[in-house]
T-cell receptor, first 114, second 113 residues
Framework: AQSVTQPDIHITVSEGASLELRCNYS??????LFWYVQSPGQGLQLLLK??????LVQGIKGFEAEFKRSQSSFNLRKPSVHWSDAAEYFC????????????FGTGTRLTIIP | DARVTQTPRHKVTEMGQEVTMRCQPI?????VFWYRQTMMQGLELLAY????????DSGMPKDRFSAEMPDATLATLKIQPSEPRDSAVYFC???????????FGPGTRLTVL
């Protein structure tokens, strides 16, 4: 069965510093991969997704992610974080007939310090 | 700005009561998902529909949960009878195609006493 691992439960970074959130997946076929962000009391919002093609994917809010098949990873990066980036970040893998069933990781909570 | 809406936003009820949560997907979206989020289990897919037909409800406890789409503008998730372990935030999401972005609603926070 498919699974997604986000090894970091909580990360704290300074405003303006770079960020990398880790995501590893386990899935037998070519995965559809997603990163979602959840602000407190809100639903989830898609940051970016990878289906095929270029392994470096650009998303909204200045985020990018790189798919590395050899490492089964899809890490999220941002060169310079802003205080408004404080939120919970979820990696997900899409499976099923149309890859519409999302299996989510447990999330990484990001705290930004001034 | 089209959004998924969910009602109620908060619900407190007593064990054994029936709970109905409603979701209005984005107009034109034909795929609707129900998720549950808890601290212990994280985000779990309960069920999803395409063109109002249930495609998969394997994530849903069958004995007490039911999900329906009476029409294209309304999805419902019902729990009867409710139990304290059902306390969670329930999210609805909709999309245009199976592989399309899923747009999440703000959630219904359910507390069962």
């Amino acid at each position: 069965a498919q699974s997604v691992t986000q090894p970091d439960i909580h990360i704290t970074v300074s405003e303006g510093a770079s960020l990398e959130l880790r995501c590893n997946y386990s899935y037998g076929a070519t995965p559809y991969l997603f990163w979602y962000v959840q602000s407190p009391g809100q639903g989830l919002q898609l940051l970016l997704k990878y289906f095929s093609g270029d392994t470096l994917v650009q998303g909204i809010k200045g985020f990018e992610a790189e798919f590395k098949r050899s490492q089964s990873s899809f890490n999220l990066r941002k060169p310079s974080v802003h205080w408004s980036d404080a939120a919970e970040y979820f990696c997900a893998v899409g499976v099923g007939f149309g890859n519409e069933k999302l299996t989510f990781g447990t999330g990484t909570r990001l705290t930004i310090i001034p | 700005d089209a959004r998924v809406t969910q009602t109620p936003r908060h619900k407190v009820t007593e064990m054994g009561q029936e709970v109905t949560m409603r979701c209005q997907p984005i107009l034109g979206h034909n795929t609707v998902f129900w998720y549950r989020q808890t601290m212990m289990q994280g985000l779990e897919l309960l069920a999803y529909f395409r063109n109002r037909a249930p495609l998969d409800d394997s994530g849903m406890p069958k004995d007490r949960f039911s999900a329906e789409m009476p029409d294209a503008t309304l999805a419902t998730l019902k729990i009867q009878p409710s139990e304290p372990r059902d306390s969670a935030v329930y999210f609805c999401a909709s999309g245009l195609r199976l592989t399309d972005t899923q747009y999440f609603g703000p959630g219904t926070r359910l507390t069962v006493l």
